[in-house]
């Protein structure tokens, strides 16, 4: 059975190679738009820093230099699925470049302040870590805070401590959109 994890909560991995599920439900009548929630991923060194542009992982760069993560795409509407994950990251820990000490999660809405979105428009926001070869889920981490404001998120990191490979339930929610996380981490 899953483990749900709490905000901080941590958790060793144990795997060689994961999936991270994201998953969320726009709310009835809430925007007159879709909602287009975008997961990325930043795959960062010891200065907690991406060595280069390629290492961050989104829908317009979908795969790690090193092979490492893969993103599913972009689900533009979060109709990709009816109650499970909208776009997935695939992590195989074995290809990760030795230089990178953790991968941080992050979530934000497209055009969020032209279409005045936040996610206290959405619900049932959530990301998961699953096996990759046998699709079962080893903890989830659902966002139930009220995130009015929040336009972005970074919900969780996988990070190396004396080489294994855990994982942080974070839930950290910014007024920001996706370059505020580019500036951040670059």
């Known amino acids: 059975m899953a483990i749900q994890l709490q905000k901080g909560q941590r958790l060793s991995i144990g795997l060689s190679k994961v999936c991270v599920g994201l998953g969320w439900d726009p709310n009835p009548n809430a925007s007159s738009y879709?909602?287009?929630?975008?997961?990325s991923a930043f795959l960062l060194n010891a200065n907690g820093k991406i060595p280069r542009d390629e290492y961050f992982v989104f829908y317009n760069n979908q795969r790690s230099p090193d092979g490492s993560v893969e993103s599913s795409g972009d689900d533009t509407t979060g109709g990709n699925s009816d109650g499970g994950d909208d776009e997935t990251l695939t992590?195989?820990?074995?290809?990760i470049d030795p230089k990178i000490e953790q991968i941080i999660f992050v979530v934000t809405i497209y055009d969020?302040?032209?279409?005045k979105q936040n996610f206290g428009q959405v619900?049932?926001?959530y990301i998961r870590i699953y096996d990759a070869n046998s699709n079962e889920e080893i903890c989830k981490y659902d966002l139930d805070e009220d995130?009015?404001?929040e336009t972005s998120v970074e919900f969780g990191r996988l990070y190396k401590r004396d080489n294994e490979w855990k994982f942080e339930a974070m839930g950290i929610g910014y007024p920001q959109e996706l370059d505020y996380?580019?500036?951040k981490y670059t």
């Open 123 to 125: 619900r049932n926001s």
């Open 34 to 39: 879709d909602y287009d929630l975008d997961a």
């Open 147 to 149: 995130y009015s404001i």
């Open 181 to 183: 996380f580019v500036q």
């Open 91 to 95: 992590v195989d820990l074995n290809l």
């Open 112 to 115: 969020c302040k032209t279409r």
